[in-house]
């Protein structure tokens, strides 16, 4: 799975940190299933959660960071003589600056630019740092600093960057590195064996992840060691990401991520705003606060790649995959990061004759950073409608064609068999539910209103693993404190685990409390992404209570003098099973009560070696297209998934609408605007960008979870979640307005302008 | 505007309006006030340095504090006062993060003055708890799921809150109306839905 793994999960191979007693897996649960509120819900809606943009030291100063307004430019000279003797500004930092002069990398360590790097390569590039008495005078203050620019020619298209006159971005030009190829069989001859070929060019664009808190870091010093208060959804992440930049040990660096106003990725890394407020602080003795403004988090936090995919796919007349021919370009902007798409077209679908090419290129624009199942909703979108045309050519039912072409291995290397693949029942349970072929029956057409309906499949790439350790503490009075390491970056982990605690241990759900995402006082968690929090952690935190729990049994087999095995735990209460007579409170055993507590250490069992894990899904919805306006309602989503077993249905069903509602955003209002003749971006606001709101959403949302554990992978039976959410559901709408109007949507945004567009030259065409 | 409380008796206008007036400019002015007309007299100019008194009612209690006339109100809950409920997540009246009841109606705290929003009362999250009790709202968004993140949510119950004191029953399509001001990255709008629907049904049964 190395070369098939994500590009931003480091090359390091996951180990499980220890041995430990690894429980079997559940027969029956009683808690964990269940609909469970979650468990800081309170804080979160009384307004008491203290976030990192909520956080306020005493002696706090305020930073403010100045950027370059060019897509590409040399900075010449920066004069910051006015903006230092500004009221209230104790500290201008630029790159020559004490301490400041560092390099710059990406998250696999390759050091590609500066702290502060003399040439920006696109708009938004940090330039100086200042910190204030207050956040509006650093604000001033960055705007007394006097800039002189070599502005250069830049390319922000990503055909254009190809092309050898292109202005070259880094030394040895824009193409990075070797496309990456996977290849199978002869496409020739699969080709040649195939009745029906379709054949088509598709197109996604750039998004932006845009998390409703923004991006920023409070940083505190005691001495050499170094506080961080940051939004991020891996502090262990931040720590070794500072610690390295900052020449530190680890240990002298703490992150604390409590509360986080959502990342879908983009909070996967330390930001250099987090340095600059380490910095800083350091100069002034002083606590600093850095937030970005919302503009320049569209700019330089990150974003989702647009692509641009040519899929060309061969079938038999029975419905036989023959070949895949699929073609990837897209661009991570001006630094390193993935940009691909072509995993679901090598691997979704059984074929033996699969070629994939994925070609990145350099352009003068922000950065990308994964986001929410990177590559996946992109390549579905052209994967999963050259499958229905498909399906069109072939007279054939989509759902049918994809069932009959279920891979059940990883087309890869060794052929690994999947632990578990449910899609057949995510396609067949979920077009029952949805009622598909009623559905499709259904009389179409209103006059210009017309309905239709599309389905779109996938998997996810990865399915989490080692390494996680979760200690359980039990006190006395049997209350329990659980300590994990993993953000809850609004996903639910909290709650989850705190499930998991109660089930295995007969404790109420409100008498555990949890302390998590610390590097100082919790356990080491991998950051909160890839859909692998639930599969990576939960089997620890079932681990560490059942390590608990073993050794209450052991008490109590002593204090009640019977064999370990006659002994049954419930309702913090210990039974023998074969003498009534015989039980005890957990409070009131003797040896608990002499140690105070018990704890618990839990870690991640290693995955199965010979097999590989993935979560699939399928999400089938129903459109209504104004073919007078070129709007397109959604009237009816459903998504069912195969995520294993089903932890908190609640926040389950939160989970697949909320991704549900982020790929409408791909398919339908979202799109990075660069201007061509600038090179910047022309929409980083909300105004402009579009971000789904209530108002575009389906009228109705169904969850069709399919709850069949997979205890081949893990303890819990547990896949990902996050991520298959919204990878099929712009490829779905694709499907769906096709069905209603005939006309194939190969360029997302399915907005009303390109809609009205495509339905007037459909009638021209006719 | 003109029949607002002034919880200070203090007549309206005065230092705060010249204060405010006379430093943050003519365009804002207009934006925030429509009180600059042709022909009208330019009032003297202040510097943004200066500082002015104003007398803020959150939440039932009266706040009296100094405020450059271009702090927002936003600023001055989190920045000056520590109600950090109310949340910044645009600063420029686009993401209703920061929406809070000025006078009943939602607002976005980040678009008030400071200044502007004297005499008037403010309820921001916290302002619904009674004790430690959530509100009504606050618990259907508990009961439904109605967050993830948790980030935008102040400022979705604030909205929720106003809009159900203007419509007690709101059906489908007014709940969407009403609520599309505030986003929600985390999508979790289906579920928003439903605790506005809870909430509308609770409060009518006294809840």
Same mark, same amino acid.
């Given at each position: ?57 005493p ?32 500290a201008v930092?630029?790159?020559e ?19 502060f ?49 292109a ?6 030009g ?15 001859a699969g ?26 870091s ?41 509360y986080?106003?959502?990342?879908f ?42 692509n ?39 691997y ?56 009959q ?20 029942e995510?396609?067949?349970?979920g ?25 779109a499949?996938?998997?996810?790439g ?20 659980l ?24 404790v ?9 995402a610390?590097?100082?006082?919790t ?26 729990k ?10 009640l ?21 015989k ?113 575009d ?65 459909q009638?021209?065409e006719? | ?35 600059a ?15 002015v ?16 006339p ?8 989190? @920045?000056?006062?520590?109600?950090? /409920?109310?949340?910044a %997540?645009? #600063?420029? $009246? ?5 929406? =809070?009841?000025i006078?009943g ?12 929003a004297?005499?008037? @009362?403010i309820?921001?999250?916290? /302002?619904?708890?009674? %004790?430690? #009790?959530? $509100?009504?709202?606050q618990?259907?968004? =508990? ?41 929600c ?23």
């Amino acid at each position: 799975m190395d070369k098939e793994s994500p590009y931003w999960i480091d090359g390091s191979v996951p180990e499980t940190p220890g041995t430990g007693e690894y429980p079997d897996p559940w027969k029956k649960t009683t808690i964990v299933g269940t609909r469970v509120p979650r468990v800081d819900a309170y804080e979160r809606v009384s307004g008491t959660a203290v976030y990192p943009h909520d956080v306020s030291l005493p002696e706090m100063l305020h930073g403010a960071i100045l950027r370059c307004p060019h897509a590409h430019a040399n900075v010449l000279k920066i004069d910051t003589s006015k903006a230092e003797k500004m009221p209230g500004v104790l500290a201008v930092l630029t790159g020559e600056s004490p301490g400041a002069d560092m390099p710059w990398y990406s998250r696999r360590g390759q050091f590609t630019s500066k702290l502060f790097d003399t040439r920006c390569r696109h708009e938004g590039e940090e330039i100086a740092v200042v910190a204030a008495e207050t956040p509006l005078q650093a604000v001033d203050a960055i705007r007394a600093i006097e800039v002189e620019y070599e502005v250069l020619p830049f390319v922000v298209d990503d055909e254009a960057a190809l092309e050898p006159s292109a202005p070259a971005i880094h030394e040895g030009g824009n193409i990075i590195g070797e496309p990456s190829v996977r290849e199978r069989g002869d496409l020739a001859a699969g080709f040649a064996e195939a009745d029906v070929v379709v054949e088509r060019t598709y197109s996604t664009k750039c998004e932006i992840h845009a998390p409703m808190e923004p991006h920023g870091s409070v940083a505190k010093w005691d001495g050499n060691r170094l506080t961080i208060w940051d939004t991020t959804q891996g502090v262990y992440s931040v720590q070794e990401g500072l610690a390295r930049a900052m020449s530190l040990p680890l240990a002298n660096v703490r992150v604390i991520g409590h509360y986080m106003g959502g990342g879908f990725g983009s909070k996967l890394e330390v930001g250099k705003y987090t340095v600059y407020a380490a910095l800083m602080a350091k100069t002034t003795g002083r606590p600093v606060k850095i937030f970005m403004p919302r503009e320049d988090c569209f700019l330089a936090t990150g974003n989702r790649p647009g692509n641009k995919m040519t899929v060309k796919i061969g079938a038999k007349k029975d419905g036989t995959l023959t070949a895949i021919d699929y073609k990837s370009l897209g661009s991570p902007g001006a630094y390193p990061a993935g940009a691909g798409s072509g995993s679901l077209a090598a691997y979704l679908y059984t074929c033996a004759n699969v070629r994939t090419e994925d070609t990145t290129v350099y352009t003068n624009a922000g950065k990308a950073r994964p986001m929410r199942a990177p590559g996946f909703p992109q390549g579905a979108w052209a994967l999963e409608q050259a499958m229905d045309e498909l399906a069109q050519k072939l007279d054939v039912d989509p759902i049918e064609l994809r069932l009959q072409n279920i891979a059940t291995e990883l087309q890869a290397e060794e052929n690994r068999p999947y632990t578990s693949n449910q899609l057949a029942e995510c396609l067949r349970k979920g077009a029952a539910e949805f009622g598909w072929d009623e559905a499709r029956k259904r009389v179409q057409s209103d006059g210009h209103l017309r309905r239709g309906v599309g389905v779109a499949a996938c998997f996810w790439g990865y399915g989490g693993g080692p390494p996680s350790t979760v200690i359980v503490k039990l006190f006395s009075d049997g209350s329990v404190n659980l300590n994990m390491g993993a953000s809850d970056i609004g996903t639910g982990t909290k709650t989850w685990a705190a499930m998991i605690v109660a089930e295995e241990l007969g404790v109420a759900v409100n008498q555990i409390q949890i302390e998590h995402a610390d590097t100082a006082t919790t356990q080491y968690a991998t950051s909160s992404g890839g859909s692998k929090t639930v599969p990576s952690d939960s089997p620890a935190v079932r681990a560490a209570a059942y390590a608990v729990k073993v050794q209450l049994m052991r008490m109590a087999a002593e204090q009640l003098e019977v064999d370990v095995s006659d002994l049954e735990l419930r309702d913090l209460k210990i039974s023998s099973q074969s003498d009534s007579e015989k039980s005890i409170e957990v409070t009131g055993l003797e040896k608990l009560g002499r140690q105070g507590l018990v704890i618990g250490t839990g870690y991640r069992d290693p995955n199965p070696e010979d097999k590989i894990t993935f979560p699939f899904a399928a999400q089938f919805c129903e459109v209504e297209v104004n073919t007078h306006t070129g709007e397109v309602r959604l009237l009816h989503f459903l998504g069912a998934h195969d995520s294993g077993r089903v932890l908190n249905r609640l926040t389950y069903d939160n989970q697949v609408f909320g991704g549900i509602v982020m790929g409408v955003g791909l398919g339908m209002t979202e799109e990075r605007v660069l201007d061509r003749q600038t090179g910047k971006m022309a929409n980083a606001n909300f105004h402009d960008y579009k971000v789904p709101t209530m108002k575009d959403i389906a009228v109705e949302h169904s969850c069709v979870p399919i709850d069949i554990p997979d205890n081949e992978f893990n303890t819990t039976g547990t896949k990902g979640l996050g991520e298959p959410a919204t990878i099929p559901t712009a490829a779905a709408i694709a499907n769906a307005v096709y069905d209603a109007i005939g006309i194939r949507v190969t360029d997302s945004p399915i907005n009303p302008v390109q809609m009205a567009r495509l339905i007037a030259e459909q009638r021209k065409e006719a | 505007m003109n029949e607002k409380k002034d919880p200070t008796q203090r007549p309206r206008g005065g230092v705060t309006r010249r204060g405010f007036l006379g430093s943050v400019g003519a365009g804002a002015v207009v934006a925030a006030t429509g009180v600059a007309r042709p022909g009208e007299a330019i009032p003297e100019i202040t510097s943004p340095e200066e500082m002015v008194r104003v007398a803020l009612m959150i939440n039932g209690r009266l706040h009296r504090l100094l405020v450059e006339p271009r702090w927002t109100l936003l600023f001055v809950l989190r @920045e000056r006062l520590a109600i950090t /409920g109310t949340k910044a %997540g645009c #600063e420029r $009246g686009e993401c209703g993060s920061c929406t =809070v009841l000025i006078d009943g109606q939602p607002r976005y705290a980040c678009m008030t003055l400071a200044v502007e929003a004297e005499g008037t @009362e403010i309820t921001t999250v916290e /302002g619904l708890l009674d %004790g430690e #009790e959530l $509100g009504t709202v606050q618990k259907a968004f =508990v009961e439904e799921d109605a967050f993830q993140c948790g980030y935008c949510t102040p400022g979705q119950v604030m909205a929720a809150e106003g809009l159900l004191r203007i419509n007690p029953s709101p059906s489908f399509d007014e709940i969407r109306c009403g609520m599309s001001g505030n986003l929600c990255r985390c999508g979790t709008y289906p579920h928003i839905v439903n605790a506005v629907t809870t909430a509308a049904e609770n409060k009518k049964g006294g809840q």
